[in-house]
């Protein structure tokens, strides 16, 4: 498609469940980024990929959230044992080449009850 | 870690008036970069600045880079219904080339008045 496609729009899980965010970059781009955005606050940043390797995952909060890109296109960000405080849109974003002109998808809400 | 500091947290203007809004921090910055985010959307580049004291313009919006490289300062002259909507700075990090995470700031969110 013409931009970054993100599913779903919108999730609700039950504290403790296993949630997968899925994100469809641009086609073609080589970086992909990851970020959580809380309400009132600015984007924060989780995992940055290159093709399939992640190269930084110094911003995941713990060890509940895992991210992959295994063919280098689409991604997924898994959060394992859902809390309240991962209540949060999750943005994808991505570029052609590394640099900061990446375009960002409309997220995914998630929402831990 | 780096931390933006944006103001003011909140304007609300009469449609046509001019916007200045600002952004600071406590550490330098080699590139200020200016989002405008829609509600339910993600945030959309509007102005990129690479070198301290660069002045860029984007139709109505114009961009500056502070000479200190602590802050910078985004401007919209002629506001229009359609510029509502939450203003974020953000940078990279110190060692930043581009494959790492920007630093966002907290948001300026503009509110027009008809």
Same mark, same amino acid.
């Given at each position: 498609g013409a931009g970054v496609s993100q599913s779903p729009r919108y999730k609700v899980a039950k504290r403790g469940q296993d949630v997968a965010l899925r994100c469809d970059p641009i086609s073609g781009h080589v970086s992909l980024f990851w970020y959580q955005q809380a309400l009132g606050?600015?984007?924060?940043?989780?995992?940055?990929f290159q093709n399939e390797a992640q190269l930084d995952k110094s911003g995941l909060p713990s060890d509940r959230f895992f991210a992959e890109r295994p063919?280098?296109?689409?991604s997924t960000l898994k959060i394992q044992r859902t809390q309240q405080e991962d209540s949060a849109v999750y943005l994808c974003a991505s570029?052609?080449?590394?640099?900061?002109?990446?375009?960002?998808?409309?997220?995914?809400?998630l929402t831990v009850v | 870690g780096q931390q933006l500091n944006q103001s003011p947290?909140?304007?609300f203007i009469q449609e046509g008036e001019d916007v200045s809004m600002n952004c600071t921090s406590s550490s330098i910055f080699?590139?200020?970069l200016w989002y405008k985010q829609d509600p339910g959307e993600g945030p959309v580049l509007l102005i990129a600045l690479? /070198?301290?004291?660069? +002045?860029t313009s984007n139709g109505r919006l114009t961009a500056q880079f502070g000479i200190t490289? /602590?802050?910078?300062? +985004?401007n919209i002259s002629a506001s229009i219904p359609s510029d509502v909507g939450i203003y974020f700075c953000a940078g990279p990090p110190d060692s930043g080339g581009g494959a790492d995470g920007l630093t966002f700031g907290k948001g300026t969110h503009l509110i027009i008045q008809p």
């Open positions: 606050q600015g984007p924060e940043f989780l995992t940055y063919e280098g296109s689409v570029s052609p080449g590394v640099n900061y002109g990446y375009t960002f998808g409309s997220g995914t809400r | 947290q909140s304007m080699n590139t200020w690479y /070198k301290a004291g660069e +002045l490289r /602590k802050d910078s300062f +985004l």
